[in-house]
């Protein structure tokens, strides 16, 4: 896995959209974000449009702005403005050779779910993260940013605390942080994107999916093998849903799941801040991992180096 390198003070950052349109404002918002911090903004030709359709711009617009930036050896990290839906679109266009030749850091989620999987097979790690507008709203001082911040600076390694919940299932595991929109990587589950690689800690979020949607997603990496090469399995955020007539909740679904397929054999942490959340807590993708999942606590641990 290759790490790309730290940012120091006057490095250049670069804003795509490679996804869907993003209100200007936050891309500005994100541009004085970054000055603040002592980065210069490169804003991309395209990342302000002009739209096509849905999109943020032509799905030709979008490549030529990634590639550009990818090859710019002045630009150290490429934030990805929002997601939505698009990413898909560039996935071939986008040669493994060029990501290991001049690695930076992807910084973005939801939709660019996609970008950190064809990263993670390419073998560079990348920053599944909050993204233009929560940079824009939430200021300098607010967690995420400060996280993100340390991430950016080599600041390794990064270790996160959270409150237990009463569906996890304890104990400790280690394995390569991967995942993000659990539809998004759905899609790519089966092609030369998929990330339920042995050994993966696995993290998974959501969107406006029905419960059963999700139940079907998770049956999916069952029935392709995929809870018998993950190490642990950690459960962000899913928001924007309704109960059905099954489950109140799509943490009630999951745990039901774990216990009818007999998944007892990894940790498992509930109700992470990871997700379409304000607290979206930064995670390094292909960084080793360790889950500790206990009675009193969760505990995440990343760093940029194999461990022991």
């Not at 959270?162 to 569906?167: D, I, K, L, R, S």
């Not at 924007?240 to 039901?256: G, H, L, Q, V």
Request: aromatic content about 10%; overall charge negative; some cysteine.
């Amino acid at each position: 896995m290759i790490f790309p390198n730290s940012l120091k003070q006057g490095d250049r950052i670069a804003i795509i959209s490679p996804s869907s349109p993003v209100k200007e404002g936050y891309i500005d918002g994100a541009s004085e974000f970054f000055v603040s911090e002592g980065f210069e903004p490169v804003v991309m030709p395209f990342a302000k449009g002009p739209a096509s359709g849905s999109y943020a711009s032509t799905a030709e617009h979008r490549l030529d702005d990634f590639i550009s930036a990818w090859e710019d050896d002045s630009i150290r990290a490429i934030l990805c403005s929002r997601g939505g839906y698009g990413a898909v679109h560039l996935l071939r266009d986008i040669h493994v050779e060029l990501l290991r030749q001049n690695p930076k850091w992807l910084i973005g989620y939801s939709d660019i779910s996609a970008l950190h999987a064809m990263l993670l097979n390419a073998g560079v790690a990348s920053i599944h993260s909050p993204m233009a507008k929560h940079l824009s709203e939430e200021g300098t001082q607010d967690f995420c940013a400060r996280s993100l911040m340390r991430i950016l600076k080599g600041d390794f390694p990064v270790e996160y605390t959270v409150a237990t919940h009463n569906y996890n299932l304890e104990g400790e595991a280690e394995g390569i942080l991967a995942g993000g929109n659990l539809a998004v990587l759905n899609g790519l589950f089966g092609t030369d994107y998929d990330i339920l690689q042995e050994g993966v800690m696995l993290f998974i979020e959501d969107i406006s999916e029905a419960i059963y949607a999700v139940e079907r997603m998770l049956y999916h990496i069952l029935l392709s093998g995929g809870f018998d090469k993950i190490k642990g399995l950690i459960v962000g955020r899913f928001t924007e849903y309704r109960p059905d007539k099954n489950f109140s909740s799509m943490e009630d679904m999951i745990k039901a799941f774990l216990e009818r397929e007999g998944i007892r054999n990894i940790p498992v942490a509930f109700n992470f801040p990871v997700g379409h959340v304000r607290e979206n807590y930064p995670l390094v993708e292909g960084a080793t991992a360790k889950l500790a999942v206990t009675s009193e606590a969760v505990k995440l641990s990343m760093n940029n180096s194999i461990t022991s």
